[in-house]
């Protein structure tokens, strides 16, 4: 069975821990419409998608 070879100091564990952060997502402008969407994908307000028209939308309040 695997066993440490000896202790972990405080720091060096507390270090190793310190790189498990959150980061924010990329959120940008739609390009069509301007409102914000997250980067890389549809827009789910207008449903364009790198300049053109992936889905419509028109029919969304129905």
């Known amino acids: 069975m695997a066993v440490p070879k000896g ?3 405080k720091a060096r564990k507390r ?4 790189n498990w952060k959150l980061t924010r997502p990329g959120i940008v402008e739609c390009s ?5 969407k997250l980067a890389h994908r549809l827009c789910k307000n207008c449903g364009y998608y790198d300049g053109e028209q992936v889905i419509d939308l ?4 129905e």
Do not use: G, W
């Not at 069509?32 to 914000?36: G, N, R, S």
């Not at 028109?58 to 309040?61: A, F, I, L, V």
């Open 15 to 18: 270090s190793r821990r310190a």
């Open 32 to 36: 069509q419409c301007h409102e914000a």
């Open 58 to 61: 028109s029919d969304k309040d």
């Open 7 to 9: 202790k972990i100091s």
